[in-house]
């Protein structure tokens, strides 16, 4: 009887992660173009929506519905698991937080609900430390206790060539979306308890790069840190800035992933995102 952790596609877990933990189930996000709905991860990714957005298909996203996870967290417990640890999207930008804690009131306390306050890896690297915790042997509020450690040591920065697409989807508001244009600019973002907010503002893609780096050296710290590069239509701009962060962490880095976020994320921010997620080991 163990524990085990569920999360929702939105975590762009890279795979190699994803594939060592066994008692990890990653959930679809609802994509819709044009009205019509897909599952992230399982018939739509980061490439189609790249295409879709270019194309000036109309490109949506949903929370997962509470009865969806009802069932899964039906089925985990069914087969064995001793309680289930719900790690998602930061509840400041999906309701699937709100739906996993429907869901999981009528599991008579097998169920935690987490909430990541935090995108892509963001999201990921607290369900790995969940994770990882349980296979340890850790009980569920233990092992829901690893996730919210992770949280406090994760940070996420990232930079978009326009806000366009985060002020259609609601994430950030039309007044910051208008100056940023107006200017010419182009935004850095972080995710701090869990919303979306401009940090900086910078005149190239390259400058946005730079940037990107120094923030993520001044929130590690002096300590020993994983990492990942997101990005959507934009490996080149990735691994730059993978390459770049080698060079500043040396020896402190145990290890960088650089992945394409899925249709989720790259709905409402756009091709050319490139982000930086940033776990502090203890």
Partial sequence: MTVVVVTDSTSALPEPLRAARSGLTVLGIPVL????????????????IVRAIREGHEVTT?????????????????????GI???????????TVAAAEAAAAGFGGRVAVVDSLGAGMGVGYPALAA?????KGSELLAAAAAA?????????????DTLEYLRRGGRISAARAIVGTALSVKPILGVEDGRIDVVEKVRTPTRGLQRLAALAVADAGEAEVEMTVHHL???RRAEALAG???????????RIDVTEVGAA?????????????TRRLP
């Fill in 62 to 82: 949903s929370g997962l519905p509470p009865e969806e996870l009802r069932a899964t967290y039906t089925r985990l417990l069914d087969e064995g698991a001793s």
């Fill in 33 to 48: 173009v044009d009205g019509v709905e897909y599952r992230e991860g399982e018939d739509i990714g980061g490439e189609v």
């Fill in 265 to 277: 994320v790259g709905a409402h921010c756009g091709p050319g995102l490139v982000g930086v997620v």
């Fill in 244 to 254: 770049w962060l080698g060079e500043q962490f040396e020896g402190r880095l145990r």
């Fill in 148 to 160: 919210q450690s992770a949280i406090g040591r994760t940070s996420t920065y990232f930079y978009l």
């Fill in 131 to 135: 994770a990882e915790a349980a296979e």
């Fill in 85 to 95: 640890v719900s790690v998602h999207l930061s509840g400041r930008l999906s309701g």
């Fill in 233 to 235: 239509g934009a490996e």
